[in-house]
């Protein structure tokens, strides 16, 4: 399947936002009461919100572009843009969302290999990420790609507490 990564700027807030909100509300609609859905994906994902994301130096988004459709988006964190110090010297894994029509094709592991390659190529000693405990088809997925459960956090989803599995393989140079 040909396709392209490409850094998201602010000028694609709008289709950033559009495809978080999508991607978000489908894999965890089942799981979430409407009126939290309803209020993380206008809080989290509000245009400012996502502005002052993409502008930290510190966390980056990629479009991953299927011919001129974006598929899915990847981003890491560094620095204090983490959301957990698990590590010294690591970048978090924070979203790996495809679009449902891209899903199945491989296309997760173009997104996880790209951001093992930024860790990599910025000398980090550990990616991490952090997912939903009942996000059964993720955790096997990052199991693949040798992920081990190393803790738990709390990851709030409008009024619901919901709990995220914290998991960390070391990368070996």
């Known amino acids: 399947m040909d396709y392209t990564i ?20 489908a894999t965890f609609d089942p799981f979430t009461a409407p009126d939290d859905m ?17 502008e930290n130096p510190n966390s980056r988004f990629f479009f991953l572009l ?23 010297n690591a ?32 000398k980090k000693d550990y990616m991490w990420l952090g997912v939903y405990e009942k996000n059964i088809n993720a955790q096997h997925f990052y199991k693949r790609h040798g992920f081990k459960r190393v803790g738990q956090h709390v990851f709030q989803v409008g009024d619901d507490l919901q709990i995220d599995w914290l998991l960390l393989p070391e990368l070996s140079n």
């Open 91 to 122: 970048l978090e894994l924070q979203r790996i969302y495809l679009r449902s029509n891209f899903q199945h094709k491989g296309l997760g592991n173009v997104l996880f290999d790209y951001a093992e390659k930024i860790a990599r190529d910025e």
């Open 38 to 54: 309803a209020h993380f994906l206008d809080e989290d994902y509000a245009t400012d919100v996502l502005i002052s994301e993409i």
């Open 6 to 25: 490409r850094p998201v700027t602010t000028d694609d807030v709008a289709e950033l936002q559009k495809i978080s909100r999508e991607t978000f509300k």
């Open 66 to 88: 299927v011919g001129d459709k974006i598929a899915g988006y990847l981003k890491v964190n560094v620095g204090d843009a983490q959301k957990e110090h698990l590590k010294e």
